[in-house]
C-alpha cells in the first residue's frame, strides 16, 4: 500500500525559499510517476511538477524557472524547491503518486505553503 508522508510546508516572504519533501513509506510500483499539485481557496487542484521514473520532469508554466523537482530512487521520495516564491504560490501542496499499469492514483495529506509578508 502506498503511503505519502510530506514535510516542509510553511509561512515565507515573497521572494523567500522552501522545500518540500515527500517519501512512500509503503509499497510501489514498479513504473511510477510522483509530482506536486496545490490547491488554493477557491481554486482547482493543479500540477506544479512531475517527474517519471525514467527522470521527465514536466512544470506548469506559472513555476518554470523558479521550482526544481528532484527524486530519490533509493529512499522512494521527491521533492520541490520553491524559490522566489510568489504571495500567488499560496495553496495547500500535495504529492502525488501515478501507476500507470494499475492507473493507481495516490495522494499525501497535504502541507500548507504561506507566502505573505
Known amino acids: 500500500q502506498v503511503q505519502l508522508v510530506e514535510s516542509g510546508g510553511g509561512l515565507v516572504q515573497p521572494g523567500g525559499s522552501l522545500t518540500l519533501s515527500c517519501a512512500n513509506v509503503g509499497s510501489i510500483c514498479r513504473i511510477y510517476r510522483m509530482g506536486w499539485y496545490r490547491q488554493a481557496p477557491g481554486k482547482q487542484r493543479e500540477s506544479v511538477a512531475t517527474?517519471?521514473?525514467?527522470?521527465?520532469?514536466n512544470y506548469s508554466d506559472a513555476v518554470k524557472g523558479r521550482f526544481t523537482i528532484s527524486r530519490d530512487a533509493d529512499k522512494n521520495a521527491v521533492y520541490v524547491e520553491m524559490n522566489s516564491l510568489k504571495p500567488e504560490d499560496t495553496a495547500v501542496y500535495y504529492c502525488?503518486?501515478?501507476?500507470?499499469?494499475?492507473?493507481?492514483?495516490?495522494w499525501g495529506q497535504g502541507t500548507q505553503v504561506t507566502v505573505s509578508s
Open positions: 502525488n503518486l501515478y501507476c500507470p499499469v494499475t492507473s493507481g492514483d495516490y
Open positions: 517527474i517519471s521514473n525514467s527522470g521527465i520532469l
